[in-house]
């Protein structure tokens, strides 16, 4: 219906491709942001395991970590929005940062 043979309905042309220095920026700032994760989960399981978190430290650490590494997928595979993206990423941003704060003043 109105499509051409082998064309796709999911190509869009009213938004324009973006270029690739962008693309390559947000990826590189997923994947800081996934590495940074990790590293706080590292340093928070250590805290855990040794008896030094408050018992609200492990709920705090586990939601925010899955929150953010969601957002920061979600964010990552989201292109074509650049808006919604930059939203997710920054959204993780301030989770990671929240919990690195929180992680560094555990005793």
């Given at each position: 219906m109105g499509?051409?043979?082998?064309?796709?309905?999911?190509?869009?042309?009213?938004?324009?491709?973006?270029?690739?220095?962008?693309?390559?920026?947000?990826?590189?700032?997923?994947?800081?942001?996934?590495?940074?994760?990790?590293?706080?989960?590292?340093?928070?399981?250590?805290a855990i395991r040794s008896g030094q978190a408050p018992g609200w430290y492990e709920p705090m650490l586990v939601g925010s970590g899955l929150v953010g590494i969601a957002s920061a997928a979600v964010g990552f595979l989201i292109t074509r929005r650049r808006r919604v993206t930059v939203a997710l990423l920054l959204t993780?941003?301030?989770?990671?940062?929240?919990?690195?704060?929180?992680?560094?003043?555990?005793?």
């Open positions: 499509t051409k043979a082998g064309s796709s309905s999911l190509s869009d042309h009213s938004h324009p491709r973006e270029s690739s220095t962008r693309q390559l920026g947000r990826s590189a700032w997923a994947t800081l942001l996934g590495a940074s994760w990790l590293a706080v989960a590292l340093v928070g399981l250590s993780a941003t301030a989770l990671l940062a929240a919990a690195a704060g929180v992680t560094a003043a555990t005793p």
